[in-house]
C-alpha cells in the first residue's frame, strides 16, 4: 500500500466512525498524508504503516472533557478558593493541530498544539493503532480570560509565570471525562519556589540594588 496525498473538509466523527471508534471529537479536519505498509490482512497494514500524517482542524469540538474546567480546578486550589460556576462539558478548540509520524503499529504526535478560549496546550504524545491506547503530555498557558469562567480562575503574574502539567492517557474507546488530570501538586511547589525567589530577588534588590537582581535571575534560570 502506497497512499500520497491531501484530505480537505474530513468529517472528523465519521472518520473515526469508519475505524470503529467513538466518534469523541467532532469538526472538520484537512490533513496531507505519505504513507507506506504491506500486509495480507487490515491488522498488518496497519501495524506495517510508515509515514508522516500533517491534520490541521476547524470547529473541532471534544466531547465529554472540559480542560478548561480542570485547569480551573487547580488555579481555585492555588487562589484557595472555590469555583461557583456551571462548566460546559465540552472543549470546544478555538485552533488543533498536530504533526504525526506512523511507524510500528504507533503513531508519535509531536508537536501536539491545542488553543481554547482561555488557555493554549503544547505537548507530545503517542497513540497505539490497533489497541487505540494513547498517551500525551502538556504545558498549558493560562490567559486572564480564564477569570470570565469563574471569579476563582483568576490569574496574575505569579500563575502565569509557571507551567501548568497537563497529563492524559487512556483508550479512545473509554469515558473522555478519564482522560486528563492536572497535577496540583506540582503546580504548588512551584508556585512556592518561584515565591521564594521573588522574596529573594526583592530583598537582594533593597540592599544591593536592581543589577544584583538581574543577577539573581540569571542564577534562577
Not at 496574575?156 to 492536572?182: K, M, Q
Not at 504548588?188 to 515565591?195: F, G, P, V
Request: net charge negative.
Amino acid at each position: 500500500l502506497t497512499l500520497t496525498g491531501s484530505v480537505s473538509q474530513l468529517d472528523i466523527a465519521a472518520a473515526l466512525a469508519a475505524v470503529e471508534s467513538e466518534p469523541v471529537l467532532v469538526g472538520k479536519a484537512n490533513l496531507a498524508l505519505k504513507l507506506k505498509s504491506q500486509g495480507a490482512t487490515s491488522n498488518e497494514l496497519l501495524a506495517a504503516m510508515k509515514g508522516p500524517i500533517k491534520p490541521t482542524t476547524e470547529d473541532a469540538v471534544l466531547y465529554q472533557m472540559d480542560l478548561e474546567k480542570k485547569l480551573c480546578q487547580a488555579v481555585a486550589l492555588a487562589n484557595r478558593e472555590r469555583l461557583t460556576a456551571e462548566f460546559p462539558s465540552d472543549s470546544p478548540f478555538k485552533a488543533l493541530s498536530v504533526d504525526i509520524k506512523v511507524a510500528d503499529g504507533k503513531a508519535k504526535l509531536s508537536p501536539l498544539r491545542a488553543r481554547l478560549e482561555a488557555v493554549k496546550l503544547l505537548g507530545t504524545g503517542h497513540f497505539d493503532i490497533l489497541s487505540q491506547d494513547f498517551s500525551a503530555t502538556f504545558e498549558a498557558s493560562l490567559s486572564p480570560a480564564l477569570a470570565k469562567l469563574d471569579p476563582a480562575c483568576r490569574v496574575n503574574e505569579r500563575l502565569t509565570d509557571i507551567d501548568w502539567p497537563v497529563e492524559c492517557e487512556g483508550n479512545i474507546s473509554e469515558d473522555p471525562a478519564d482522560w486528563c488530570g492536572v497535577d496540583s501538586e506540582e503546580i504548588l511547589e512551584d508556585l512556592a519556589k518561584n515565591e521564594v525567589e521573588r522574596q529573594a530577588k526583592k530583598e537582594i534588590e533593597r540592599k544591593l540594588g536592581k543589577d544584583a537582581g538581574k543577577i539573581m535571575d540569571q542564577l534562577f534560570k
